[in-house]
């Protein structure tokens, strides 16, 4: 398994964003215009510390990450 999505599971990540790191996400040329307003969007709520995904942003849904200690990291 990706071990994107297992450790971000670990880290109790929510599955939506999970898929969007994994997905879409990757497809986003960095420092382009999409990935700029991205980031943008990302820090406007407080405490964000993982890539959300659109709907998370959309909704102010912030999840508080558990520190991953597996060996994968
Ligand atoms: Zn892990
Ligand atoms: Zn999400």
New binding site residues.
Partial sequence: MNYHVKCGRHSG????????FVGPWSFIRTFGEEWALYWQMNDKDKGVEYI??????EES?VIGIKECVCENR
Avoid at 52 to 57: A, E, G, H, L, N
Wanted: with cysteine; aromatic share 6%.
């Fill in positions: 990540i929510p599955e939506c964003c999970i898929d969007w959300r995904c659109p709907k998370c942003i849904i």
